[in-house]
């Protein structure tokens, strides 16, 4: 077994099943943290992914109203909110199939699991679309360049950790919604914390200032 360099703890047993949507829900915070600077982040619940329930719950944050909206923070919105659904992918697939998976073109929405958050997927489409009137770019070329930053974010060495951490958290709580204040006080006590943030660090500055020629670059068969 190789051990992860942030070194998680499993968390304890509770009762509550540990379900696709608590991990849905737990990577669209741990994915906003890369955008703490713009958004307040204010509580997270476990996404309920079933059809036709009201309730919908997931991640809760308000944009900074004094930053200009821009194609960046677009593609921040967008990262977050396709978050839950690459996570959601990956629990039910596994991390080794979605691995081998995003190697390959052309890509296919068939990667993608949508049950029960079809919603979010159209918010998506929503949030790229400015992006590629932007920079004059295919908006499939712009989604896909967001999907595979996601996956390539949550597959780096020990994210996936920390995402099974927080969704950990919600697991065990016994309350139904969580302060985000309170989730990140608990991970900055961890030993892992500092490694995790310098993460965050990287996979920002390797995908931003977000640019033509580096969309282009990514993905050159869709432009």
Request: aromatic share 10%.
């Amino acid at each position: 077994m190789q051990l992860s360099i942030f070194s998680v703890q499993e968390p304890v047993a509770c009762k509550k099943p540990l379900d696709q949507g608590t991990f849905m829900a737990a990577a669209q915070f741990v994915m906003a943290l890369n955008f703490a600077a713009e958004f307040e982040l204010l509580s997270l619940s476990a996404l309920n992914i079933q059809t036709g329930m009201a309730k919908k719950g997931g991640l809760v944050f308000v944009r900074n109203g004094k930053l200009k909206m821009h194609p960046g923070i677009y593609d921040h919105l967008a990262l977050v909110s396709i978050s839950s659904i690459c996570a959601g992918s990956i629990y039910i697939h596994g991390r080794d199939e979605i691995a081998a998976e995003i190697l390959n073109l052309p890509y296919s929405e068939g990667i993608l699991n949508l049950a029960g958050a079809e919603e979010d997927y159209m918010a998506f489409k929503r949030l790229c679309s400015p992006v590629s009137r932007f920079f004059l770019l295919h908006t499939k070329k712009v989604q896909w360049s967001a999907i595979l930053s996601v996956f390539r974010f949550l597959m780096m060495d020990g994210i996936w950790d920390v995402v099974n951490f927080v969704a950990g958290k919600l697991h065990c709580s016994d309350a139904d919604v969580l302060a985000c204040t309170q989730l990140l006080e608990s991970m900055q006590e961890q030993e892992w914390y500092p490694v995790f943030h310098q993460s965050l660090r990287d996979f920002y500055a390797s995908r931003y200032p977000l640019s033509k020629d580096g969309l282009v670059s990514e993905l050159p068969e869709m432009a």
